[in-house]
């Protein structure tokens, strides 16, 4: 039987080849899509799921709450925090600091291989953090490799670039910052990819230079602290203890902020708005739960084509239906030959689907800079997705239509009696509404999108961005002592406009805050941002003063500069009358002179804080270079090999300004990317249903449409009447659309701080878009049925 | 065989009740050969509906085999369906998408009948059939009588105890009606089946041995044939 039936079955997919590519080819694609979905939601939410003791893990972290209302967070702790921990909880079973850092690695030439220099990113992890995250030791173990100072473990990676073989690593040097020799005492096996911890180079912390510091007013986010719960212990029995603790160690009066401390569950890391994380990647859940809504919206608008299709369809099949009946077939056994049918054609499509995301696997890499690499069959979950895709789709799609059928009486079948709107005309109309409602919402989703995309690339953010490189300062006392030689050098270099040091751009991942007296010994209710730079700053980027001058040069805190926003939230009025007031800063003091327009000196998600700017030449960390746009390339090769001359032991390292800033909005980027992909996929469906739809109408209307003919109406009349129905329906979806998605619009450009004003363009334009896109197909298709010889339509009855 | 007692059918509309049978009263025996015949929108095809419970009366008895129809469940009907009853329709109604040997085929699976008796069967009655040759082509590669043949190959392969014909000829040529005609009535001689056909032709009515006339939804004669 099942034999007969999946013959049938292809003969009958064979008979209506038409349809059948508009229902295979439509449905392949939004599984493809799905496919993708899936593939990228499974990998952003297997983020540090594979330690055993995952569920117990938490990470301190920070945050301060201001008089002001503005809260400030951070993924670090102050220093002394952990062993503080260690010493006053009882609940825990570890606790661990892990610091971040960076320098230059230097491994020493070995036979056949030449001598390496990196600036790399470095840790130094407590033994104990090996204890809760159970990394595989390929040599050594935490206990006895990370006790001792001057010891380092190196990832297998990282072991096998540096000796050849990780087996050789054991015993050999590595130096750091050209200053202390690490000895290789442990290998671990490499990060997946999937793991929120880069960890490449892990000295023993006994090694970090401040290990014993007191300081609890100062929060690094580069200091992190992990613990392990003992088991049994819920993190809500954890507020009474915190309270006593941040009593015992952190009620410090003075400071602006009130500080607090949070356990962030492990698997939060990845997912967290908030806070950072050491491997910078991150992926909030709405941004995961939007892709999955569109995912979902995908799947319905193909199962409704199918439907429509499958019911519109289901006349032609009603002969066999009622023969069926009379030979004795049960409704149930019709219902399961239409649904293996479904399954039929859904699994054809879904291997289509298959060969469509492995071609589309690569691109949407590249969308993530190429360090991910996806596949379609790397993890068993898939087969499981792909199985639980074909029944969802085959009965989502093709139960509704398998109980028309299979309901037709046998006595009407038989005689083709079946009235044309057996299937409901009603809900299949209804069904085209909701497509095209879902189609109209992405239309106006995928250009806001666009729309604010443009607006933020486009944004003046009050300085310049363009054709400026910054190049990496190294920081020892000897280095800086060849500043002012490297400035010089530099100025003489062709194509070089401009040079600055200073310890940031005005915009820029890496934020100092601090507190400030202005004008008074008491400090400011609120901090400032600060920025350490030389007199050159302004005019390598092109900030503009309200009152007052540039600093002058100084190579210690002699003057500020401030921004608009700091004096706004000092209550005063006339930039002018800042000038020459008295501020106090890390215990410099020194008249402000001048106030800058203020300049965006975050992404433009977020606020422009209050900044305040001065010289100290121990803090300048990179040297900003304005360049000729017409001589980059040469210039920067000079530059290179300037600083390898000055700075030997150093390695050069050099970013793009713009480059940089467009960093802060890769999530959006990615996501933007996707949403105009998956919002194209879903128009492109809603409109081959669309087409299969109205074939189905025409060729049903044929005999209706020669009656017509023959009483004299005109192929225009006729195109005219066959539009009208669906362009109220496509009016009707766009009417239930707009709400909607304004809602979801809104909510979106809610988390950009600088934001285009919604307008109804997009709205109209999405109704444009989709009635143009139905008259033209409505009346490519009943032209046809218009124009169609009347006597043959009406020569049968 | 089938017992019929006051059947009544009409559709009500807006409170008007238009008859389409009136107070139909017979029985056919084992082994009958009845001709409904009739003008146009007398009832007959009503009629053989409800005989071949595709239709329900409105009012009425109707016992088949003993069984009172109007109280069967889905499940007992398609029963029925499985092991009694065989139709033949005047369009023939074959799967356009199966053979010829797969639309004899069919009912067998619904009968469950193993794979080998039912390779044996449909070789059986195609080789009756004179159909051989055929069993691969799909119905519109055969002519009408062809396909009518396939029909009623179809209907007798599950061995059914009646055949419910509606105008079984109705679209052939009157070579082929013939042809048909006589295999029905060497079926029911030889087989002893059942047959009950509507057919408008007065001709083809002599091959049974009675026949029921209806005019306006009342049986007004019942006469056997000699």
């Keep these: ?255 602006p902020g009130k500080v607090g401390h949070i356990f962030q569950p492990l698997k939060g890391i990845h997912h967290s708005d908030d806070f950072g994380n050491f491997a910078e990647k991150y992926m909030p859940y709405k941004q995961i739960i939007g892709l999955v809504i569109i995912g979902l919206f995908l799947l319905l608008t193909a199962c409704i084509n199918f439907i429509n299709l499958a019911t519109a369809q289901a006349i032609s099949r009603s002969k066999e239906v009622g023969v069926r009946k009379v030979m004795g077939s049960r409704r149930k056994q019709l219902v399961w030959q239409f649904l293996s049918e479904t399954a039929l054609i859904t699994f054809i499509a879904l291997l289509l689907a298959c060969v469509l995301s492995e071609l589309t696997l690569p691109k949407m890499e590249n969308l993530f800079g190429g360090d991910v690499s996806f596949s379609l069959f790397g993890h068993p979950i898939i087969f499981v997705f792909l199985l639980g895709l074909l029944v969802v789709v085959s009965f989502l799609a093709g139960l509704y239509p398998a109980l028309v059928m299979s309901g037709f009486s046998p006595a009407l079948a038989i005689k083709n009696k079946v009235a044309a709107n057996a299937g409901g005309i009603g809900l299949r109309k209804t069904l085209v509404v909701i497509q095209f409602a879902i189609t109209a919402i992405l239309i106006i989703g995928t250009l806001v999108v666009i729309k604010q995309m443009s607006f933020i690339r486009n944004k003046s953010l009050g300085f310049d961005t363009q054709a400026i490189s910054l190049v990496s300062l190294p920081q020892d006392s000897l280095s800086q002592l060849k500043y002012n030689g490297f400035k010089e050098r530099l100025g003489a270099v062709k194509g070089v406009k401009s040079i600055s040091f200073c310890s940031a751009a005005p915009s820029a991942n890496s934020n100092n805050e601090t507190s400030f007296t202005y004008n008074s010994s008491k400090s400011a209710d609120f901090q400032a941002n600060v920025k350490v730079v030389d007199e050159a700053y302004f005019k390598t980027f092109g900030l503009q003063f309200i009152a007052g001058r540039p600093l002058s040069k100084s190579d210690t805190i002699k003057e500020f500069v401030v921004n608009e926003t700091l004096i706004k939230k000092l209550n005063v009025k006339d930039p002018n009358e800042v000038i020459g007031k008295i501020m106090k800063i890390w215990g410099g003091t020194g008249p402000i002179v001048g106030v800058v327009k203020d300049f965006n000196n975050y992404s433009l998600h977020e606020k422009i804080a209050p900044i305040a700017i001065f010289s100290r030449k121990t803090r300048y960390t990179s040297v900003a270079i304005k360049l000729d746009v017409a001589e980059m390339g040469n210039t920067m090769k000079q530059v290179e090999s300037t600083f390898n001359t000055l700075f030997p032991d150093f390695v050069y390292e050099n970013n793009f300004f713009d480059e940089n800033l467009k960093g802060f909005y890769e999530t959006e980027q990615i996501m933007g990317t996707l949403f105009k992909v998956f919002a194209s996929v879903v128009i492109f469906i809603s409109f081959i249903g669309l087409f299969g739809l109205i074939s189905f109408v025409a060729t049903q209307r044929t005999k209706e449409i020669a009656i017509r003919k023959v009483l004299g109406a005109s192929n225009l009349e006729l195109i005219k009447m066959l539009n009208s129905s669906f362009l109220w329906m496509v009016l009707i979806a766009n009417m239930v659309a707009w709400p909607v998605a304004y809602i979801f619009v809104k909510n979106w450009l809610a988390g950009f701080e600088y934001r285009i004003d919604l307008s109804i363009w997009p709205f109209v334009f999405a109704m444009i878009i989709s009635m143009s896109i139905t008259i033209i197909t409505v009346t490519l298709r009943s032209y046809r049925a218009a124009k169609a010889n009347t006597i043959d339509a009406l020569k049968y009855e | 065989m089938i017992e019929l007692k006051n059947i009544e059918k009409y559709y009500a509309n807006k409170g008007v009740k238009s008859y389409i049978l009136r107070h139909v009263t017979t029985s056919i025996k084992q082994g009958e050969f009845v001709s409904i015949m009739g003008p146009s929108g007398a009832g007959k095809s009503t009629l053989l509906n409800i005989l071949g419970m595709l239709e329900e009366p409105t009012y009425g008895e109707y016992h088949f085999m003993g069984e009172d129809v109007t109280a069967m469940k889905e499940r007992q009907r398609i029963e029925l369906y499985r092991n009694h009853i065989g139709f033949v329709f005047q369009a023939y109604h074959l799967i356009d998408e199966m053979t010829v040997a797969e639309n004899i085929e069919a009912p067998l699976l619904y009968k469950k009948i193993p794979g080998a008796e039912r390779k044996s069967r449909i070789a059986d009655i195609l080789d009756r059939f004179n159909m051989v040759a055929k069993k691969d082509l799909f119905p519109n590669q055969l002519s009408g009588g062809q396909q009518q043949l396939v029909g009623i190959a179809r209907a007798l392969v599950a061995q059914p105890s009646i055949i419910l014909a509606d105008e079984p000829t109705g679209n052939l040529q009157s070579a082929q009606a013939e042809q048909i005609m006589d295999l029905f009535k060497k079926l029911n001689q030889e087989e002893n089946i059942t047959i009950l056909q509507v057919t408008h032709s007065e001709k083809n009515a002599q091959y049974g041995n009675r026949i029921l006339t209806i005019e306006d939804g009342v049986i007004k004669e019942d006469v056997t044939v000699k």
């Design chain 1, 1 to 255: 039987m099942f034999k007969l039936n999946l013959k049938i079955a292809l003969r009958n997919l064979w008979k209506y080849k038409g349809y059948t590519a508009i229902n295979v080819f439509g449905l392949s694609i939004g599984l493809a899509s799905c496919i993708l979905i899936f593939i990228f939601v499974r990998y952003q939410t297997s983020f540090d799921q594979d330690y055993a003791n995952g569920d117990r893990i938490y990470r301190v972290v920070s945050f301060w709450k201001y008089p002001d209302g503005n809260e400030f967070f951070s993924q670090g702790v102050p220093q002394p925090l952990p062993a503080a921990v260690r010493n006053d909880f009882s609940q825990f079973e570890k606790v661990a600091a892990i610091q971040q850092s960076g320098g230059i690695i230097k491994v020493r030439a070995l036979p056949g291989k030449a001598e390496i220099k990196k600036s790399e990113q470095v840790f130094y992890a407590e033994p104990s953090f090996f204890e809760i995250f159970d990394y595989k030791w390929l040599a050594g173990n935490p206990n006895q490799s990370l006790i001792a100072p001057n010891t380092v473990v190196l990832s297998e990676k990282a072991a096998n670039n540096y000796f050849g073989d990780w087996r050789k690593a054991i015993g050999n040097t590595i130096n750091f910052d050209n200053q202390t020799d690490f000895k290789v005492t442990g290998v671990v096996k490499d990060n997946p990819q999937n793991s929120s911890f880069a960890l490449e180079i892990i000295f023993s912390y006994a090694s970090f230079s401040t290990k014993y510091s007191k300081n609890w007013g100062s929060v690094s986010s580069s200091s992190e602290c992990y613990v392990l719960l003992k088991k049994g212990i819920q993190v809500s029995d954890l507020t009474k203890p915190l309270q006593q603790f941040l009593n015992k160690y952190e009620n410090d009066k003075d400071a």
